[in-house]
């Protein structure tokens, strides 16, 4: 089973009422730093459980 931090749980939690988030949704929703924000993104979409759409400040992300 993937081990995945707790700010990306924290993320996958959000996807179970949000059909998209943008990283501005993530760090409101979440109260996470952005920084920490953008690591659980990176980590989600590494294992596959998150998609990427679009391009810079046009990109959201859904469950992979």
Excluded: D, F, N, W
Aim: glycine fraction near 12%.
């Amino acid at each position: 089973m993937l081990r995945l931090t707790p700010g990306a749980r924290r993320i996958l939690e959000l996807l179970h009422t949000e059909q998209t988030l943008t990283l501005g949704q993530v760090v409101r929703l979440t109260g996470l730093p952005e920084s920490t924000a953008k690591v659980g993104i990176r980590e989600l979409l590494a294992a596959g459980r998150l998609l990427r759409h679009g391009q810079r400040k046009g990109t959201y992300y859904t469950k992979g």
